[in-house]
């Protein structure tokens, strides 16, 4: 047996620090500090993120190795998210990692984010656990991104279709906000629905040609009902907000599967999984389960805790560069906007 990989992963790309100790494919911390700030702005203002992402590297850090046990003499490499995400907020954690693995001479990994969200299939809490088989296609549904990607391998994906204008996380905490909820309004739509009929309003349901999605119609859509039952009973939404949700995110998740479905029998692949912060969305995951008990297929979800932003995603898709040698270098920057099947 080869001796132990050990990683220290960093997360910084928006409004979430992480970090976490893998043991290769096993995380022995993840720590995540979630920022509140942004809260009463309704959606993450950069400038605060960043702030917030200096003041919670360091005490995140710290939490991390003391939870895994691990002193830093131990590490054999460090993975960061390099892209895509907010400038100052990846700039933060790049930073971080790269003084720190100058300081204890180790490799650098930088891992592009949204692939982390699919590798977040890989972490295992013992071995005999199913992960995917190569090819599978995996829908990635954040709040910045909507892809369907076919997984030929860890370090090979190709995005057979993605949104052309909103994202999926987008559309719904857009909802949210014109119903008043709280941000990030996702999960907010999600727990309202659980008491509500998803077919007693009507929504319209886009229509782009192959696996591309749209959701800006679909916003819109709701926000002019909304308003047109508003100018007659001004506690609409209030009395109706239950049924609303429920058939609005009707309406996101059947079109989210309906091109799913689609994409995997085009490309002939039957293991299906979800991956990004709105695969946490329990209606979405009950309907993949239905597709896959209907078809013969097989289903793959995250555990709750690596849907949306965290470290170990990271760290399982360093570890796997790691194996690979795709190590970075003191050169590589933060990448704003970084196209997931050039990421490597
Ligand atoms: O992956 P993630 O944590 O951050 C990005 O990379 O964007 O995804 C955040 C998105 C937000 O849009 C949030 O509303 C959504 O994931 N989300 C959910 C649920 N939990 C998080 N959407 C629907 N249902 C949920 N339970
Ligand atoms: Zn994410």
Redesign the pocket.
């Known amino acids: 047996m080869s001796d132990p990989v050990f990683l220290l992963a960093i997360e910084s790309?928006?409004d979430e620090t992480s970090a976490a100790v893998m043991r290769n494919d096993q995380v022995l911390s993840n720590i995540i500090a979630t920022q509140k700030v942004h809260e009463k702005f309704g959606g993450v203002v950069p400038e605060l993120a960043s702030r917030a992402h200096q003041q919670h590297i360091v005490p995140v850090v710290q939490q991390a190795l003391f939870e895994a046990e691990i002193e830093t003499h131990q590490l054999s490499a460090i993975a960061y998210t390099q892209g895509p995400g907010l400038m100052g907020a990846l700039l933060v954690g790049a930073s971080f990692a790269k003084s720190m693995a100058l300081a204890l001479n180790v490799p650098l990994l930088p891992v592009h984010?949204m692939r982390a969200?699919i590798m977040a299939h890989f972490i295992r809490s013992n071995q005999d656990e199913e992960v995917p088989e190569f090819p599978f296609m995996c829908l990635t549904v954040?709040?910045g991104h909507t892809q369907l990607v076919l997984v030929h391998s860890p370090l090979d994906m190709q995005v057979v279709g993605e949104t052309i204008d909103d994202a999926a996380g987008e559309a719904l905490d857009k909802a949210a906000k014109v119903m008043g909820l709280p941000y990030p309004g996702g999960p907010h739509v999600d727990r309202l629905s659980n008491d509500g009929d998803p077919h007693k309003y009507t929504f319209t349901t886009p229509q782009i040609a192959g696996f591309n999605y749209s959701f800006s119609g679909l916003k819109t859509n709701l926000l002019y009902f909304l308003r047109e039952k508003n100018t007659h009973d001004s506690n609409f939404i209030q009395r109706e907000l239950n049924h609303i949700c429920a058939s609005y995110q009707h309406v996101v998740t059947d079109y989210l599967i309906a091109k799913l479905e689609a994409a995997a029998q085009h490309f002939n692949v039957k293991q299906l999984a979800l991956a990004?912060?709105v695969s946490a969305n329990s209606a979405l995951r009950a309907k993949l389960a239905a597709l896959c008990a209907r078809k013969g297929w097989q289903a793959f979800v995250p555990p709750m805790s690596y849907c949306?932003?965290n470290a170990a995603m990271i760290g399982i898709s360093g570890y796997y560069q790691f194996k690979q040698g795709h190590s970075g270098s003191w050169y590589d920057v933060p990448r704003a906007s970084w196209p997931l099947d050039r990421a490597l």
């Open positions: 790309s928006c984010h969200h954040s709040g990004g912060g949306t932003d």
